[in-house]
């Protein structure tokens, strides 16, 4: 098997999906004047700098839909408008990127970023995909493809697993394609079926394993950190693991149900796959020296997280343990050990680290800007008090009037949000409203507020929903239509899987400020 280039996708597919996004971007640019201009000049009943935040919190969502401009530059702007608009104090409003969950996004990105560059999370994926019997059947590679996208963004970011697996990816379809082809000649090499098995076990695999931890996805760090701000509660890790876990285990089964249903794979041996893969991990040679130095750093930051939660289980109560324990704050834990790797040498005799700052500035910087204004408009609508305004609004006009009927609702809309725009996005349209309609009705907002960023994450239909997903499409092997088709199955089994793992086990487990 040898790796094969890019595949462009087909014109007439192209011009179709550019026209799209110009209508849609045209749609966002002329209609956010309008709506700002028209919210904040309507006749309102309500303070002056609440009706300044709903314009404000209006427009972006409508931009973040649309994307007229890149999602993190809306953002930017939204921030700025609060300001200039009187919403909050310059203080007020920037001092959401003083949180230390900023901080956590940026040392977890430095320490991916090590992974990256070095090569350790590519060698991992090909120590998987080499094992015995993996790569002589279509179904067992494209299983192991998304088994390791599934482990692999537990520990680096949705959307950088699923750029590291998408050029191995190509060259295994793209071969098979080939061998699909011979058999099958009105069949083109870029549509098998099988393409789409393994691109989006790739995609669903690396959006599962997201959801485990709260720091392992954006989405994730700016719902906790919503609901953090919102109510001064935080999703400890054994509570958000627990639902989590049990979700991401039946996720995974429900998905890869879906992509066999939706589409098997024409042929069920891969001839050579073996040896393709071994030879591929063979090229690595031994682990070097950086690539140790990340992996112990690494694990030493993962101790480190959970380190508290070991000794309040084995009820240590020496002093000096429990007052650095009370301090490991999970950003600061993973800024300091990210900076480790600015000291451990890179063993090359070159006398570089292991990391240069060179390296660690490409991380993705505009998804840290996403995260301080995501937490910045929880708070602003909080100390402006459109939260409780919209949330008593809405709870009038909705009749919910229970836990499991506002998780339900929380569910859907995130779900549908996702749909249309990014999973980050969603959720920080969605859980800053469903906190105070939680409050309104009298509600413990804790679980509802959980269950919609659990439904944020789960969009699975079109390339926008997800960064991964938005990864694999581009590569011209997914056919919008099956990408579609299998999304459908997956957002309707999702629903409910939600709704059983959070609001069941987050009551079985008595999580919320009320227990």
Not at 174 to 184: A, E, R, S, V, Y
Not at 236 to 252: N, Q
Not at 422 to 430: E, F, L, M, R, Y
Request: glycine residues 12%.
């Amino acid at each position: 098997m040898t790796l094969a280039p890019h595949t462009t996708e087909e014109p007439a597919k192209l011009a179709s999906e550019e026209r799209f996004d110009l209508i849609r971007g045209r749609i966002g640019m002329i209609g956010a004047p309008i709506l700002l201009l028209g919210i904040l000049f309507a006749p309102l009943d309500l303070p002056g700098n609440q009706q300044s935040m709903l314009a404000v919190l209006t427009v972006v969502v409508l931009m973040w839909i649309t994307e007229p401009v890149p999602i993190p530059v809306t953002a930017l702007l939204g921030i700025a408008a609060m300001v200039v608009l009187g919403v909050g104090t310059p203080t007020e409003v920037y001092g959401g990127f003083g949180s230390a969950t900023v901080f956590l996004v940026i040392g977890a990105f430095i320490l991916a970023r090590a992974m990256t560059v070095h090569g350790l999370d590519r060698r991992f994926a090909l120590k998987v995909l080499s094992l015995p019997g993996v790569g002589n059947s279509t179904y067992r590679t494209a299983g192991a493809f998304g088994l390791v996208a599934c482990i692999l963004s537990m520990f680096v970011s949705a959307s950088a697993t699923a750029a590291m697996l998408l050029p191995i990816g190509i060259g295994v379809v793209k071969t098979i394609g080939d061998l699909i082809q011979k058999q099958n000649p009105d069949i083109k090499t870029n549509r098998t079926k099988f393409s789409c098995l393994l691109m989006l076990a790739i995609a669903y695999g690396a959006s599962v394993g997201s959801v485990l931890t709260p720091i392992t996805g954006i989405a994730n760090v700016i719902g906790r950190g919503t609901i953090e701000t919102m109510t001064g509660y935080k999703v400890d890790l054994f509570d958000w693991v627990s639902m989590s876990g049990p979700y991401l285990v039946a996720m995974a089964a429900v998905m890869w149900i879906a992509l066999i249903i939706v589409n098997r794979p024409e042929v069920k041996k891969i001839h050579g796959g073996q040896e393709y893969f071994r030879a591929r991990y063979s090229e690595l040679g031994s682990m070097t020296v950086p690539e140790r130095n990340v992996l112990i750093v690494f694990v030493g930051t993962v101790v480190l997280w959970i380190l508290p939660s070991l000794v309040t289980t084995f009820g240590v109560t020496t002093t000096v343990v429990t007052n650095v324990t009370d301090n490991l704050n999970e950003g600061s834990v993973v800024i300091l050990t990210a900076c480790v790797l600015f000291f451990l040498p890179r063993g090359n005799g070159s006398g570089e680290p292991t990391l240069t700052w060179k390296e660690a500035a490409a991380i993705d910087w505009g998804t840290v800007v996403l995260v301080g204004v995501g937490l910045t408009i929880g708070a602003m609508m909080n100390k402006t008090g459109l939260a409780a305004t919209l949330g008593e609004g809405l709870a009038d006009l909705t009749g919910v009037n229970s836990t499991w009927m506002l998780s339900l609702i929380a569910i859907v809309i995130a779900l549908v949000i996702s749909e249309t725009t990014s999973n980050t996005a969603s959720v920080g349209i969605v859980v800053p409203i469903i906190i105070p309609i939680a409050i309104a009705i009298g509600v413990d907002p804790i679980i509802p507020a959980m269950a919609g960023v659990f439904g944020a994450n789960a969009g699975a239909m079109l390339p926008v929903s997800t960064p991964p997903n938005a990864i694999v499409y581009g590569s011209g092997f997914i056919p919008m239509k099956r990408m579609i088709g299998t999304g459908v199955f997956i957002d309707i089994i999702c629903i409910p899987l939600i709704f059983v793992t959070v609001v069941g086990i987050g009551t079985l487990i008595g999580l919320g400020l009320q227990a």
